[in-house]
């Protein structure tokens, strides 16, 4: 895999790792939403559709979707989609900073394994 095609992985794997944090933060404005009525989920729907976080978080994944796609062209997708373990290792470290999500050390162990499968894929 060349520099420009890991660049267009990393890319979307940070768009998407963004897109799971803004997530997340529209998610703690709307608090807990129950899994009531129809009414009830629709209600939810719609007040999750006007929340900024979650609108951005939104459109950070569709252009994490597009280059996806890029990529796909170019490399097999069993050397691309283990790729996207990456977002766990920055999501779990931004969650960590961000919301104060604990980072237990069986987590920081799972980091290690997964960045070393990364630099393992990414030298074959």
Known sequence: ???QT???IFAG???NSAAQLM???GAKTL???TMG???????AACNA???PW???GLVCYFVSAGLWIIALTRVDVTIAYPMLSMGYVIAALLAWQLFGEPLTSGRVLGIAIILAGVVVLSRS
């Not at 009525?37 to 209600?43: I, K, V, Y």
């Open 1 to 3: 895999m060349n520099l």
């Open 6 to 8: 890991f660049s267009i």
């Open 13 to 15: 794997v940070l768009l």
């Open 23 to 25: 997530l997340k933060a």
């Open 31 to 33: 608090g807990t939403v």
């Open 37 to 43: 009525s129809g009414q009830s989920l629709m209600a």
């Open 49 to 51: 559709a006007t929340q």
């Open 54 to 56: 979650i609108v951005l």
